[in-house]
């Protein structure tokens, strides 16, 4: 994992629009201020107390879209400040408490720009610094601002709970249009006090200080195999990436910041559940059966806080689904599943925080951390990765190919929801062993798979929620929660979703050609039906 | 971005406190905002403490995007620029009337600025001329301050009858009543029921009120002096109404 974020020089960085430099601690601020004052027609602002939070998503969306998001909180206010990291506009917003959702920003502009970039994803503080902020303005005879300069003693927040006191600042930021204003300044500065330009912002050096890395999580699995790898060396190391996922979102879960570290969690549990299930006689099956149920035991313990963070996600979509007038009748649905959310939530972080979780995990690490046997018995253990790879994905395409072409207009339902697995299965081995195989063709096989994946999704998603909305409107009833109007208005949003399950079923026939076609099959060949030969083992 | 055009035949009616004040309260909410003071007056570019200059004047405005950077000047308010006025605007009908597309060339002008702001302000001249034909073509709406006395409803009248039609149609005309007197009965009564001319007009009232005259002696926008205010009330329900209105 790389655990640097890449600095930026304040050269590349023109949307700060500022100079700055680093006062050395020979130099009395006090000195350098009343300098600035005699030789500048400058006002002094009252001092301000900062605590500036550089906030961003876990998985640092926005900085990876390139922006930094600094919120200001002054005394009785936050200043958001949405800053590109190479050219453009800063945007500046103040608002009375802290956004954690994209719909806690009370601006249509804002959220309009950064809805793609966060989705349903809650900002968190990464860095936080304490600011003590002088601020003086070189204004003109008429009053007008030409420039500020900002002083900056700063202290940075550190996970023991101490403050490592920075290097104080001297910002410069220069008024559009009256550049020449700043450059005198800058000067100034340089020519009397020789001080010298910082290299970077502070965000940088707080990040390197922090030890943060932007590139410390990626939800899309892609480990790098080679070739030869043994499979039970390779499948150890995967599972591995895969226990590391699972253990950095649970902090996240835990706190419930937001509905993705669940999700991505229980994805890292089924990913390895699907290896474990999928790719037989690489270790010993002995060994392997009480993280089977372990792992079974995990994805049914986390299902029910993730059934309500789902449907509080869709919540929206049923309730403008409605006629107008009947939309407010949908809340009490609403507050019933914030309610059993919490309810749910709250048994999770027990589970999580049990013994049983915590062994199962460290036997696991224990497990996949322990080096693989140099000769074995077991008949898979010692194939190159790639032989592994080809086979189980050509076996798992052909059962694809066969129960999705067995499905007819007239089978059962039950039918359609067993071929979605068997797909999801076929997605996982792709993504697992994606790094073997062309870049752009593995890509390509993954996107049409993807959406023959999609209707099939949509056909089992409707059926759950026909089924859970029915299940939450007898519950509600026995909880004495459900009035008339609640009534009619989900048995309405049921009808809605049991007209488009007949959509989504004939969509499968058209996904499923597409999917089945000559060229995709042959492509399937190429890449993972290789001629018979002798399988090698890998020393 | 959106464009939008603060109008009137008449002067005197407002157009400059709406633009500086919209614009402010615009650019509270999040938006980047850009007045471009059309007046060669310079009432907005007083207001908000700058120099009514354009360094090569109109005509150098016109010739390319870079001209029309250097000539932006930063506000004391972080999301607000300004282009300002210049004398030399009086000349702006004249050098566009000797343009092939007169239009075009306003339009230019403001496409380049498309990445930078969310929000264009125009605060045009008092005139029916070149200028504001221009003006029209570019804008997603017409805010017409209006005061309620019979002249200047009949000027509006006139306004919305010799306006190219095929403009009017693409365009939101939102009147509203501007240096409103309720202690003058003729006041009250048009405010009251407003006469049907096709448009309709914003519910919110701008009074005739010394806050807002204190604007000139404050050179401020009233929110950043007087944010509690009725006059301040006034101009933040109507620039809410405005957003119902465009659906902004």
């Given amino acids: 994992m790389n655990y640097q974020i890449h600095s930026q020089t304040l050269n590349t960085i023109s949307s700060l629009q500022m100079n700055e430099f680093l006062l050395p601690t020979s130099i009395s601020k006090t000195v350098l201020e009343e300098a600035l004052v005699t030789q500048f027609s400058l006002h002094e602002d009252a001092p301000r107390t900062i605590q500036r939070n550089y906030r961003d998503t876990f998985d640092w969306r926005l900085y990876k879209k390139g922006f930094l998001f600094q919120v200001d909180k002054h005394s009785h206010s936050y200043e958001l400040n949405l800053i590109p990291l190479d050219i453009g506009r800063r945007r500046v917003l103040t608002m009375q408490s802290q956004p954690t959702y994209i719909e806690d920003i009370p601006s249509k502009i804002w959220q309009q720009q950064l809805q793609g970039v966060l989705d349903i994803r809650a900002l968190m503080s990464h860095i936080t610094i304490s600011l003590r902020q002088n601020t003086l303005r070189y204004v003109d005879k008429d009053g007008k601002t030409l420039s500020r300069i900002y002083i900056e003693e700063a202290r940075l927040s550190q996970p023991n709970g101490r403050l490592k006191t920075l290097e104080t600042r001297i910002r410069i930021v220069p008024i559009t249009g009256y550049g020449k204003s700043s450059e005198q300044i800058s000067k100034f500065l340089k020519k009397e006090f020789k001080l010298k330009a910082a290299k970077q912002v502070p965000f940088y050096p707080s990040a390197k200080a922090l030890g943060l890395s932007v590139n410390n999580y990626n939800s899309q699995l892609s480990h790098p195999f080679s070739a030869k790898d043994r499979t039970d060396r390779a499948l150890k190391a995967l599972l591995l990436t895969l226990l590391d996922t699972m253990e950095v979102n649970e902090q996240g879960t835990v706190e419930d910041v937001d509905s993705e570290f669940l999700h991505d969690l229980r994805v890292s549990v089924r990913r390895t559940r699907s290896v474990l299930s999928q ?115 050509w076996q798992a395409y052909s059962k694809l190919i066969k129960r999705g072409s067995a499905i007819t207009a007239s089978c059962p339902d039950e039918k359609l929801h067993k071929l979605r697995i068997v797909a999801k299965k076929l997605r996982y081995l792709l993504e697992f062993f994606q790094s073997l195989y062309p870049k752009s063709r593995i890509k390509s096989l993954i996107s049409t798979l993807k959406k023959l994946q999609d209707v099939l999704g949509d056909f089992q998603d409707l059926s759950v929620q026909i089924d859970a909305l029915k299940g939450f409107e007898i519950q509600m009833k026995e909880e004495g929660s459900l009035n008339p109007d609640t009534e009619a208005a989900i048995e309405l949003l049921v009808q809605q979703l049991q007209s488009h399950i007949k959509a989504q079923r004939k969509l499968f026939e058209t996904r499923f050609v597409e999917f089945s076609d000559k060229n995709m099959r042959s492509e399937f060949k190429l890449l993972f039906k290789k001629s018979p030969t002798k399988s090698q083992a890998v020393k | 971005m959106k464009v939008l055009a603060c109008y009137n035949i008449k002067g005197g009616v407002g157009k400059t406190t709406t633009s500086v004040n919209l614009s402010y309260i615009c650019a509270n909410e999040g938006a980047r905002v850009l007045v471009w ?11 908000f403490r700058i120099k009514p200059k354009v360094k090569g004047g109109v005509e150098k405005l016109f010739e390319k995007k870079s001209e029309v950077d250097e000539a932006i000047k930063g506000t004391d308010y972080l999301n607000i620029d300004l282009l300002p006025a210049d004398f030399s605007y009086r000349n702006m009908d004249i050098l566009l009337e000797s343009s092939d597309k007169p239009r075009s060339r306003f339009r230019k002008i403001l496409s380049a600025l498309e990445r930078e702001y969310d929000y264009v302000f125009l605060d045009c001249p008092p005139s029916f001329s070149m200028v504001s034909e221009s003006v029209f073509f570019v804008s997603d709406a017409l ?53 049907k001319m096709g448009v309709k007009f914003l ?30 009330k006034c101009y933040l329900d109507l620039w809410q109404e405005i957003k119902e209105r465009l659906d902004l």
């Avoid at chain 1, 049914?300 to 309730?319: A, C, E, S, W």
């Avoid at chain 2, 919110?204 to 009725?230: D, F, Q, T, W």
């Fill in chain 1, 279 to 393: 790719i037989k006689h690489i270790f010993p099956q002995r060994s392997l059966q009480r993280f089977e149920g372990g792992f079974s035991w995990v994805g049914q313990i986390t299902g029910p806080t993730r059934d309500m963070h789902v449907y509080l996600l869709k919540f929206d979509n049923y309730q403008s689904a409605l006629p107008k007038k009947m939309q407010p009748h949908l809340l009490p649905l609403k507050e019933f599943l914030i309610r059993h959310q919490k309810l749910e939530h709250e048994k999770l972080i027990a589970v999580i925080k049990s013994n049983r979780y915590q062994v199962l995990k460290q036997s696991w690490r224990t497990f996949l951390t322990s080096p693989c046997p140099e000769k074995t018995s077991l008949e898979n253990a010692t194939k190159a990765i790639s032989e592994t790879a080809d086979t189980h994905i």
């Fill in chain 2, 37 to 47: 003071d059309l007046d060669p007056q310079g009432a907005a570019s007083f207001y």
């Fill in chain 2, 143 to 195: 805010l017409i301050p209006t005061i309620p006395t019979t002249l200047s409803l009949r000027t509006l009248e006139q306004f919305l009858k010799y306006t190219d039609e095929k403009i009017l149609k693409k365009l939101a005309i939102l009147p509203f009543f501007s240096m409103v007197d309720k202690r003058k009965n003729m006041h009250r009564l048009i405010c009251e029921t407003p006469p």
């Fill in chain 2, 203 to 232: 519910k919110p009232i701008i009074p005739y009120a010394s806050e807002v005259e204190r604007m000139g002696v404050e050179r401020r926008p009233i929110l950043s002096y007087a944010g509690h205010s009725k006059s301040a």
